[in-house]
């Protein structure tokens, strides 16, 4: 048997132990690339994160709807994004009392929902609008949320800038073309 000097010891043990935190690092903190190669259940949950521009007037009290999906077909759809989370206000910002409804002026928003896993990175995303206000999302991205909490980006981000026009699906469908850079009305059947 070989024996082993003090240094090569050292090195042994040093490997060890950069293999041991890689490797629980890299469960906690999931990319999204293990989203895409992993055998998913059928229903998975997902945080929708959506910033609402500085824009004046970009804020909304009207009922937004989202869609997305992946390459493969996978669909989601929520009707209606209720119950935000603020992730971010502008400093100094303060909400006049009651419940936060979300979409404010510069305020980032998640909301939690849950429906089909996607087995690809969600390439299509539209807002939906019911209402008259004349809301302005900067942009928006979907987070899987996995079992033990942790998030993970499945989508590309969605840079919107423009005003959301009013009763149509407006977005982006990046799963078929990556030519356009501003958002497009479509008619979807159901």
Not at 135 to 148: E, H, N, S, T
Request: charged share 15%.
């Amino acid at each position: 048997m070989t024996q082993l000097s003090v240094n090569q010891t050292s090195i042994l043990i040093l490997l060890t132990i950069v293999a041991t935190i890689t490797s629980s690092t890299a469960n906690r903190l999931r990319p999204a690339s293990h989203v895409l190669l992993k055998a998913s259940p059928a229903n998975c949950s997902y945080s929708i994160q959506i910033e609402t521009t500085c824009a004046p007037s970009a804020e909304t009290t009207d009922h937004i709807s989202v869609r997305f999906s992946d390459k493969a077909g996978n669909l989601v759809i929520v009707k209606h994004l209720k119950n935000p989370k603020l992730l971010y206000a502008p400093k100094g910002w303060k909400y006049p009392g009651g419940v936060y409804s979300g979409f404010q002026c510069c305020a980032v928003d998640m909301f939690e929902a849950c429906g089909a896993c996607m087995s690809q990175i969600v390439c299509s995303l539209y807002l939906k609008k019911f209402g008259s206000d004349e809301w302005r999302p900067g942009w928006v991205k979907v987070l899987r949320r996995w079992d033990d909490g942790s998030l993970a980006t499945v989508s590309h981000t969605f840079y919107f800038r423009t005003f959301v026009p009013e009763n149509v699906w407006c977005g982006f469908d990046y799963c078929h073309s990556k030519e356009n850079l501003i958002p497009n009305i479509a008619s979807f059947h159901g």
